[in-house]
Each structure stands twice: as C-alpha cells, then as structure tokens.
C-alpha cells in the first residue's frame, strides 16, 4: 500500500489556504497548514478594523478544506536536509513537499523615535492601533507616514470619521497611481478634510511622542503617528540556511521551487520567483498560492510544472466607506490612464474584499476549481521582464549600484 504524501504549509494567509486548498485534489495527499493564529487575516480589511467598521479575520472552518489539518503554531526552522519543520515548542513536523507561504509585515522604521509610531501590517499591530485611537480624544492630530495603499486607505477611513488627518506621502501620493489617478485620489482625501503632504523634502527624519519631523525641518503636530512605510517578510527562510533575496524572500525558479531544495516551494509575498518577485498584494497572493499547489501536484504526477505567468495587473484602494479608486495596469504592472473611482469605486474595492476569501472556500468546496492564476497572455509578457530583469543584473557594479 502506498503511503500519503506529506505536504507542510507554512502561513494560513490568501497564498497559503489557496495552496493548502488546493493540494486536496488528490486523495494520496495530506495537507497541513501551520499558522501562528487561529483564524485568517483579512488583511486588506486591517484599515478598516483600524476605523472600527471591520474586524478583518474570517474563520478557518469557512474558507478552509475539511481534510486540511490546521496547527495553530510557529515555524522556527526548517531543516531541509532532514525534510521536517521545527515549531516553537521544539516539536517536529516531518514533510515530503513544503510550501513556503510565510507573507509579509511591517518594515522596521529607521528613523529616531520609532517606538512612538504605530504600525499596522499585521492583525495585532492593527488591533493595538485601534485600541490607541479609541484612547484619544477625536480632535487629536493624527499623522498617517506612508502614502501607499496603505497609508491612503487608513487616512480616508479616519478622516470619514472626522479625525484630523495629515497624510505624508515622503515624494509624491500613490506612487503605483497613474497621474489621473492621483488627482482623484487627491481631490477625495481633500474633500474629506485630509491634508497631504508631498514634495521631495517631506521625508520623515524623526519621530517623537506628539510630533513627526520632516526633511525640509517642519515639525507635524501629532498625536497618534501611523506607519505604513514598507513591507518586510519573517526572516525564516535566511535563517534556515536558504537562498534569500535582499529583503529575505525565498529565492525560486519561475516554478516557485526554492533554487536550493525541489522539495520546497513559494507562494506569496515571501516568494522571489527568478529574483524578480510580482508586487505584495492579495492580487497575486491566490494566484501565487495556486501556482505553487500546482506545482507540487505536477512533479507528483511526473509531469513539468507550468511557468508563472502574470495574467492580471490592477490597484484598488478605498477611501472612505463611501468612495474608491480602481486603478487599471498593462501586463508590466504599471498603471495606465484608465480609472473607475468615487461610488463605483468603492463598490469594486468592496466586491475585491468579499471575492478574496470566497475564492477560497470556492477553492475549499472544489479543489482546482481557481484559475486566475492560469489566465493567457501572460507568459510573454513575464518572459519580457525577466530578460530585462537580467540585462540589468549584467551591468556595471557602478551602474547598478543603488545609492549612485
């Protein structure tokens, strides 16, 4: 009798329950999900669990495949040679395939006075925010530092609620936003009462307990600093002794296999496919996710797992409860002039937030049946980029250093 094959998710993010969802297509395969929380972030609800219209976690049990087995625990190590995960009270967990969906956070801020400001990447960071902000008086300054999707949604979602709100974007508001895009974002966040601060001296140098300094030497009153400047990724994979790419995702081939080890692959944000990873977002962490379950399930059936291919490229941000932005991209992932905003807007973000995890039960009830992930037209396309990708990596040290 033929044993099961063992397969380890690590991370019950979107990429990660896609993946784990997935895998259950074969009856020979056992799937287990490790996470470190018993439910599911809804993460790109966390502004609103921020704003108190939200509390951005779904439950397992619906979005989750029965035969999927969940442990609410830590990866501290993987061991790669020995084919086992280590989990926080040093209990073991043996793998024949592993996928490595661990996600993102916030990036550590490098500026002076860090510990006064307040990030929310993740649910606790979120949930503690809330909680700040429910502490402080309503016409108290707040200061949101990060003017990316982020930084924009949490703005609008506080000023709705008649906060004082200065948004401080260090060059320039929505940077992934085309030109026309940006000045709706912008005329909305002002009709709402936010100001925003642009400009490439704006940068934050420091913050203090009721201020934010800024490059050009102004000094923002503020009460309550939000941070959403940058993602980082847990440093699992570098410290497991795997390739990494600068910032610590686990480096692949356009498979998701790890270049070090056929037995582990990567989906996700904690994903570096060919050093040349597709933008953080819930846009591609499904697709990603499905991606990497289909390869796993290829090399078990003896067949060539199929290349990424980057199908679908777009931005959506709400602001507000009563308003929004769609914001259009080519196949290279950068924003075109075509935009949907205001109401239509905002009902678009909405239909995003609630596809998000029904692409996932529907994934749970059908395995195999997403196929975002598989849409045409984008092989080429990825395929243009990597040459590029790697024409750039064959210059000069000079030329590609980036403090020159």
């Not at 035969?67 to 990866?75: E, G, I, N, Q, S």
């Not at 400001?117 to 949930?127: S, V």
């Not at 941000?317 to 950068?334: C, E, K, M, P």
């Not at 849409?375 to 000079?398: F, I």
């Amino acid at each position: 009798m033929t044993e099961n094959t063992q397969v380890v998710v690590i991370g019950g993010g979107y990429a990660g329950v896609m993946a784990a969802n997935r895998l259950t297509q074969r009856d020979d395969v056992t799937v287990t999900l490790i996470n470190p929380r018993p439910d599911l972030v809804h993460r790109i609800r966390l502004h609103q669990l921020v704003g108190g219209s939200d509390d951005a976690v779904v439950a397992y049990e619906d979005v989750l495949a029965e035969r999927v087995r969940l442990v609410v625990d830590t990866v501290t190590r993987i061991d790669a040679a020995a084919r086992s995960v280590t989990l926080t009270a040093d209990a073991t967990l043996g793998y024949d395939y592993l996928i490595y969906a661990v996600g993102s956070g916030s990036a550590e801020p490098s500026v002076p006075g860090a510990e006064f400001a307040y990030p929310i990447a993740t649910l606790e960071e979120a949930q503690r925010l809330r909680a700040v902000l429910e502490a402080t008086p309503a016409t108290a300054p707040v200061t949101v530092v990060g003017a990316g999707p982020t930084g924009i949604e949490t703005a609008a979602e506080l000023a709705e609620q008649g906060r004082q709100v200065t948004l401080v974007c260090g060059v320039v508001l929505g940077p992934y936003l085309h030109t026309r895009g940006r000045r709706s974002v912008a005329k909305r966040l002002a009709a709402l009462g936010v100001t925003v601060v642009d400009g490439s001296d704006t940068k934050v140098t420091a913050v203090t307990r009721d201020t934010v300094r800024l490059a050009d030497g102004r000094e923002l009153p503020s009460e309550v600093t939000v941070w959403t400047v940058g993602f980082g990724v847990p440093d699992l994979a570098a410290r497991s002794g795997l390739s990494t790419d600068t910032l610590g995702r686990l480096l692949t081939d356009e498979t998701l296999t790890s270049v070090d080890d056929a037995r582990i692959v990567a989906a996700g944000d904690s994903a570096a496919p060919s050093g040349l990873p597709l933008r953080m977002s819930c846009l591609n962490a499904s697709p990603l996710g499905a991606r990497a379950a289909d390869t796993v399930l290829s090399r078990l059936a003896g067949e060539q797992p199929e290349h990424l291919r980057q199908g679908l490229s777009a931005q959506c941000v709400s602001l507000g409860r009563s308003a929004g932005i769609y914001q259009f991209a080519n196949r290279s992932d950068v924003a075109v002039w075509l935009h949907i905003d205001d109401g239509l807007g905002a009902r678009l973000k909405e239909v995003a937030c609630k596809a998000t995890p029904k692409h996932l039960a529907d994934e749970a009830h059908k395995p195999g049946s997403f196929s975002l992930h598989r849409m045409p037209g984008g092989v080429a396309k990825r395929e243009q980029l990597l040459r590029a990708h790697r024409a750039d990596r064959t210059e000069t040290p000079a030329a590609a250093d980036p403090a020159v």
